[in-house]
């Protein structure tokens, strides 16, 4: 199987490097940020990176899980773990879809912090809001990597 389907693994390989070392590029470069931007910067910078990012890492996301599809389609019916692999798929793509949202709604909160650094609700949302980006990102990573170990176990069987 994996023969005949050389290149649709060489893109499927390809799509998730990119989603899995996005996951990764993000979380090292955020830390950096935090450490060496004021807030203003931050949101700035983060806002032009996930704008950047959000169609690169999505586009990979869905040719993943697209190609995955193809490259299971004769065994898809069969398959407890394919099965597995692709309803966990899903979830992290309403998590993807969710942590978008988010963030977007983090830019807001941060934005009134920088305007009115007094608020004492709008601080509360976002401490609330960073504990909750950090269960999705938290999430998101446990997902891919748990679709990650189904993949290399449905292909080497």
């Known amino acids: 199987m994996l023969a ?21 590029c993000i979380a090292v470069v955020a830390k950096v940020a935090r450490e060496v931007l004021d807030e203003a910067t931050q949101v700035a910078f983060f806002r032009s990176v996930g704008r950047r990012y959000s169609v690169l890492g999505t586009t990979a996301l869905l040719v993943t899980i697209a190609v995955g599809l193809a490259l299971s389609w004769p065994s898809l019916s069969s398959s407890r773990t394919i099965d597995a692999a692709l309803s966990l798929a899903g979830v992290l793509l309403v998590a993807t879809i969710f942590g978008m949202r988010q963030a977007r709604a983090m830019t807001r909160l941060r934005r009134i912090m920088i305007a009115n650094p007094a608020d004492s609700s709008a601080a509360n949302s976002l401490h609330r809001g960073r504990r909750l980006a950090n269960t999705i990102r938290g999430l998101m990573a446990l997902i891919t990597l748990a679709i990650v170990i189904l993949a290399a176990w449905i292909m080497t069987r």
């Open 4 to 24: 005949v389907n050389a290149p649709l693994v060489a893109v499927e390989l390809i799509a998730a490097s990119i989603w899995v070392g996005g996951m990764v």
